[in-house]
């Protein structure tokens, strides 16, 4: 641990200081630490005594101050069929067919407010970026509408153009109503590249590619997808290796096991990050590794739907790039990035014994891990000079605290429940006090309450 500063101090525009702990990164620790920004970008960090002038102060005192946590894998749309009763306690493939009659009354009002109320959620949570991945198309526009939800917050959103096209008649799992042609996926993943992808550093908003699941899409949509990716540059995302049942699919219908099939469509890469990766073999997992390939580890949708859980340590320890995602509004029932950090680290200790997971190794995942998967790892995850200025003040309640008088980190993972005390993306403060600094969103709040018991078809 360290005190020193660096670059030398000059005034801010944003300064967040006196916290009882600064983590900058997964190397760096500054107790008393103070952390100034300009221009969106972390310029200076350093230990008390030495802080900057600057135009806001944020007092983070008696708080642990981190990077912003990262969420890899979504499905923000479905919050409006959370907990639904009829889906909770099936298998996976009984819980997708229960719900995708429900999400065939997705519109973009619809995905607007469901977006605007996710994002709040995240940020209350301690998440300063997350993907979604949108892979329900029953009307035109909903990925727009997500944006344009995310621009009106100001978060940090990686929005990923789902698709299916398989649908039951054709040998697959989805109902006609959430599907579409292939033409159609592709013309508007290139429409929506065109139209929002930024690929400048600092980018609040970027576009990837990521039709649903083996049992969803066709090989050829797979093959295609692929392949604009690599033509745009942009990142690809989907669901593999989840349950049993994909294991099964797979061999019956292309002739071999899901990571195979990954690899025949093109998608053995480093622009690639899939979701959950909870049954490959041990051949397989080198090679995922090899190839560079991300994992979204998703804790409490496992542990709910009851399919196991992601092999975390030795996935880290053949170098592959883990992130945490909070999945589905409807199969976790939550979006907070610190019970999924928090599940990560149970399920690591209890998987592995004591020695296999700390809490600082679960804050890597949530940080450095998840920007590694969505390519962001040189200006998101860390809060070194130069990185996005994207930043929690922790708040646990005294009472949970007390005791806890030797690690703050340790204690922000085993105590709890933690909230964000504030929540800065960007440079801008989103949650002051624990509350979201979001004008728009007494009113999501009430038009999503319409359009959720519309869709449940409750009066």
Known sequence: MTTAVDPPVRAAELLVRDAELLVVDGGREIPGGWLAVTGGRVTAVGGAGSEPEARTTVSAAGRLVTPGLVNTHHHIYQNLTRSYAPAVNGSLFDWLTTLYPLWAGLDEEAAYVSAYVGMAELLMGGCTTSSDHL??????????????????????????????????????????????????????????????????????????????????????????????????????????????????YCLETYGCRPVEYFEETGWLSDRSWVAHCIYPNDAELRRLAAAGVGVAHCPSSNMLIGGGTARVKEMRELGLPVGIGCDGSASTDHASLWLETRAALLLGRYRGGPGAMTARDALDIATRGSARCLGREDELGHLRPGACADLVVWDLHEVALAGALSDPVEAWLRCGPARAWTTVVAGRILVDRGEPRLPGLADALRAHSGIARRMQRET
């Not at 090989?219 to 692929?226: G, P, R």
Request: net charge negative; with cysteine; glycine share 6%.
């Open 135 to 248: 892979y329900v198309h029953p009307r035109p526009r909903l990925v727009d509408a997500e944006i344009g939800a995310a621009r009106d917050i100001g978060f940090r959103f990686h929005a990923t153009r789902g698709s299916m096209t398989r649908s039951v008649e054709d040998g697959g799992l989805p109902p006609r109503s959430v599907t579409q042609t292939e033409e159609e996926v592709l013309a508007d993943s290139e429409r929506l590249i065109g139209a929002y992808h930024d690929p400048e550093p600092g980018a609040l908003v970027r576009v990837a590619l990521a039709p649903c699941s083996p049992f969803s899409v066709t090989k050829e949509l797979m093959t295609a997808t692929a392949q604009l990716a690599e033509r745009h540059d942009v990142r690809l995302h989907t669901h593999l290796a989840e349950d049993l049942d994909e294991d099964t």
